[in-house]
């Protein structure tokens, strides 16, 4: 049998190297799994954000927390309690991811946790609990706030609770003595005074049957926020998604965009119209020149689904010489990733220039008729245009309302007397 250790040996090590492969297989394949199911639930929890289905959003937020804990995803789950109306619940919540964002340091999540904070601080409840353990210690004593039992600690402490319903109940010696139901309003300050438990030797030996007289116990909803604010987690994954689903913005689901360019404008126009010279006559005009512009851009749109809007973008702008363009109509826009956004536009308008243009044409005057042609000061316009407009931006910074872009937004124009081009450049601010 001696013989046969060598080859033993010689295949242990690949069937443990084998096992170890598979096994590292296996966890990866499950990590996998993990990480699959908790970005699926959050894709879900936002489009029901958007939905403004918020009673559906929050359990699968607080799923994919609970599975892959992140700074984005925290936000959105403070910001789907705050539109349920648990406006402690989202205080808390975006205490906690205060706390991330500072530790991360991402200074606009920061800025944007923190603004909430101070939006919502004046509508949160406070509940207060006054205890007195009386001759029992404070060790036999259990106080219970809708279900779950409140630190020590926290007794005779302010607590932020969510508006409503809430049962405080106190226990002896795991038997329930006294409770009571308060109902809160936002904003407003409760206290509750926990009486102690009556001294052990003045209750009879055999209480007769029915005699006992206490409060039916009702069934408690536990709320487990109604507690000190504890640590918070360290962020997760996901720190490169926006915090824009979060954002209550401007108004539900509507996008608003503000921002002004300059850039440059080359147009080819020409009409057929009276000649400027002494006389009578048609003469045809033909017009090639560029020019400087500065202008303003916008767009107003819906949030048709979480990475799309949908909504209508407008162009104005005056150049040097002297003339104008006018542009309007539906656009779509969409981020690309966390720091660019690009976009396209069905634009209708009309642009209008003033320049050198060159003449000629049959004109008639005192001495019959003439054709000549000549260099002339002119201003002409495209007419009614059709045309396609681009949005290419990059952001270069958050605030709690919105975004600032470095923003290019050409456009082309085609009408029926020419073409006109424009390439402007400039900055746009973008609340959602």
């Not at 020149?289 to 767009?299: C, D, I, V």
């Not at 005057?365 to 949005?391: H, I, P, R, T």
Request: proline share 6%; charged share 20%; glycine share 10%.
């Amino acid at each position: 049998m001696k013989p046969l250790r060598p080859f033993r040996r010689t295949l242990r090590a690949p069937l443990a190297g084998a096992l170890l492969g598979a096994s590292a297989l296996l966890w990866g394949r499950q990590a996998a799994a993990v990480e699959s199911a908790a970005e699926q639930l959050f894709r879900e929890g936002r489009a029901l954000l958007v939905e403004q289905r918020f009673a559906e959003a929050c359990p699968k937020l607080e799923e994919s927390q609970r599975l892959e804990p992140s700074l984005g995803t925290k936000l959105n789950l403070a910001f789907c309690h705050e539109r349920l109306g648990q406006v402690a619940t989202a205080w808390v919540g975006f205490q906690e991811a205060l706390i991330t964002a500072r530790t991360a340091g991402d200074a606009a999540r920061e800025a944007f946790a923190k603004a909430r904070i101070d939006a919502l601080a004046p509508r949160v409840p406070w509940l207060r609990v006054r205890a007195s353990a009386g001759d029992a210690g404070a060790d036999q004593v259990t106080i219970l706030l809708d279900g779950a039992a409140l630190d020590p600690v926290a007794w005779d402490k302010e607590l932020p609770v969510d508006p409503g319903e809430h049962v405080v109940a106190a226990a002896h010696q795991g038997e329930v003595f006294w409770e009571t139901t308060v109902a809160l309003k936002e904003s407003e300050r409760v206290d509750v005074a926990v009486p102690a438990p009556a001294p052990a030797e003045a209750a009879p030996a055999e209480a007769a049957p029915g005699a006992a007289s206490r409060p039916a116990r009702s069934p408690a909803v536990r709320l487990p926020r109604a507690r000190l604010l504890p640590e918070a987690p360290r962020d997760g994954v996901r720190d490169e998604r926006s915090v824009r689903a979060a954002a209550p913005g401007v108004l539900d689901r509507l996008v608003f965009e503000a921002g002004g360019f300059i850039g440059y404008l080359w147009m080819e126009a020409d009409e057929m119209d009276v000649c400027s010279s002494s006389g009578y006559g048609d003469c045809y005009y033909a017009l090639a020149e560029g020019s400087f512009l500065a202008g303003a851009t916008g767009f107003i749109g819906y949030t048709a689904t979480e990475r799309l809007d949908l909504g209508v973008r407008a162009h104005l702008s005056l150049h040097s010489s002297a003339g104008l363009l006018i542009a309007l109509g539906p656009s779509v826009s969409y981020p690309l990733g966390d720091r660019f956004r690009v976009g396209s536009s069905l634009l209708f308008g009309t642009a209008t220039q003033s320049g050198t243009a060159y003449t000629e044409g049959y004109s008639w005057n005192e001495n019959g008729y003439e054709y000549g042609g000549d260099m002339v000061e002119a201003s002409l316009s495209l007419g009614f245009a059709l045309g396609l407009g681009a949005e290419i931006g990059m952001k270069l910074t958050d605030s709690p309302s919105g975004s600032l872009f470095l923003q290019a937004t050409p456009l082309f124009l085609v009408g029926a007397d020419g073409l006109a081009a424009s390439l402007p450049l400039g900055v746009a601010y973008r609340w959602n």
